[in-house]
């Protein structure tokens, strides 16, 4: 079992910056690929970015890419996503999972049904 806890999320103007953490429990965090997903209200749950087990390959939705970096410490069982140049449509509440589908693998789960376990979520709102 995983436990997933995010923060780092706050309320921002358009064109700056936040970088929100996932910290994991559970000593198999390496073995998980791990993304980041958003919910705008009245909207369903979206992809934002994804990376491998040891970080070999990243995938961004094209909506954030060129914008956010996703990125993760093994040794601290923790997941990043660096925001930038932020949007009011940014505007959501950010969640990581976590999935155990397809360890040792370099495939790229983009579906949130892939995922195993999720955080509770943190808040973030850009202001224009």
């Known amino acids: 079992q995983v436990q997933l806890v995010e923060s780092g999320g706050g309320l921002v103007q358009a064109g700056g910056s936040l970088r929100l953490s996932c910290a994991a429990s559970?000593?198999?965090?390496?073995?998980?690929?791990m993304g980041w997903f958003r919910q705008a209200p009245g909207k369903e749950r979206e992809f934002v970015a994804v990376i491998t087990w040891i970080g070999g390959n990243i995938y961004y939705a094209d909506s954030v890419k060129g914008r956010f970096t996703i990125s993760r410490d093994n040794a601290k069982n923790t997941l990043y996503l660096q925001m930038n140049s932020l949007k009011p449509e940014d505007t959501a509440v950010y969640y990581c999972?976590?999935?155990?589908?397809?360890?040792?693998?370099?495939?790229?789960?983009?579906?949130?049904?892939?995922?195993?376990?999720w955080g509770q979520g943190t808040q973030v709102t850009v202001s224009s």
């Open positions: 999972a976590a999935c155990d589908r397809y360890s040792g693998t370099f495939y790229l789960p983009v579906h949130s049904y892939e995922y195993n376990f």
């Open positions: 559970g000593p198999t965090f390496s073995r998980y690929a």
